[in-house]
């Protein structure tokens, strides 16, 4: 193994590390550098976004959630069926010709 590769692995421990533990199981496909190196730090918007709607995105009653969520901040939307959640989808925002190349404030 590389020192890149295992510096590479290191970071994404440490990264993962900072998650809640119960967001985990929705971010075990992911590919290295999805959730950013960065997201160690106490401080990462990615790692709360992650932590919270990952988190969300695993639990079963995850509708329920979403809509009391929705609701707390006066949106009306019917759901209708069980919300897909999926945390750090990159490359949609350019289609909608927003600069950032992630999602995790939406």
């Known amino acids: ?3 890149e590769i295992a510096s590479q692995i290191d970071v994404h421990t ?7 533990r119960a967001a ?3 971010i ?28 969300i995105a695993e639990r079963e009653h995850r509708r329920v959630i979403v809509a ?8 009306v939307l019917e759901l209708g069926g069980t919300p897909k959640i999926e945390c750090e ?13 992630t999602l995790p404030e939406m």
Not at 36 to 50: D, H, I, K, M, N
Not at 68 to 75: E, H, K, P
């Open 1 to 3: 193994m590389t020192d």
């Open 14 to 20: 440490r990264a993962r590390a900072n998650l809640f």
């Open 24 to 26: 985990l199981p929705h």
């Open 28 to 55: 075990d496909d992911w590919e290295p550098g999805r959730l950013e190196a960065r997201s160690y730090v106490a401080w990462s918007s990615q790692a709360l976004c992650v932590s919270v709607w990952g988190t």
């Open 68 to 75: 009391d969520i929705l609701s707390a901040a006066g949106v």
């Open 89 to 101: 989808v990159r490359g949609v925002l350019p289609q909608l010709k927003l600069e950032s190349l």
